[in-house]
């Protein structure tokens, strides 16, 4: 009979429970299982089942951002396109030729100071 002694007092002995060997074997030396509580597995449970769960929306919540993500790409790269068909647009339309063009059509005439003044310093 094992007791613990503590400073002259007897402790109540541990709870344990010697796990039964199968029919027909030996048991093995200290198998010796500790008496748990029904709460201590039913917590083990649903807190792993609560870990899977945060796992799972953690997942899905990704893929639902990373197909945002591409669909933002796929728009930025159009307007990045498009800004620079307008770009070009822009500077086709104000190219000094294209102003010298339009205003000989409308009939206005080169001014030669104008032209030594800016064009020949």
Excluded: C
Excluded at 18 to 35: C, D, I, M, S, Y
Excluded at 89 to 113: C, F, K, M, V
């Amino acid at each position: 009979m094992s007791r613990y002694v503590n400073q002259g007092q007897v402790l109540p002995p541990r709870r344990t429970v010697r796990a039964r060997p199968r029919p027909g074997r030996r048991p093995t030396a200290g198998a010796v299982l500790h008496k748990r509580s029904g709460w201590s597995g039913l917590m083990w449970f649903f807190g792993l089942l609560l870990l899977g769960a945060a796992y799972i929306w953690h997942v899905l919540r990704v893929q639902v951002l990373a197909e945002e993500l591409a669909q933002i790409r796929r728009e930025h790269e159009s307007l990045q396109a498009q800004k620079a068909l307008l770009e070009h647009e822009y500077y086709r339309l104000t190219a000094p030729s294209r102003i010298y063009e339009a205003a000989n059509a409308l009939g206005l005439i080169e001014d030669l100071r104008y032209r030594e003044l800016y064009f020949e310093q």
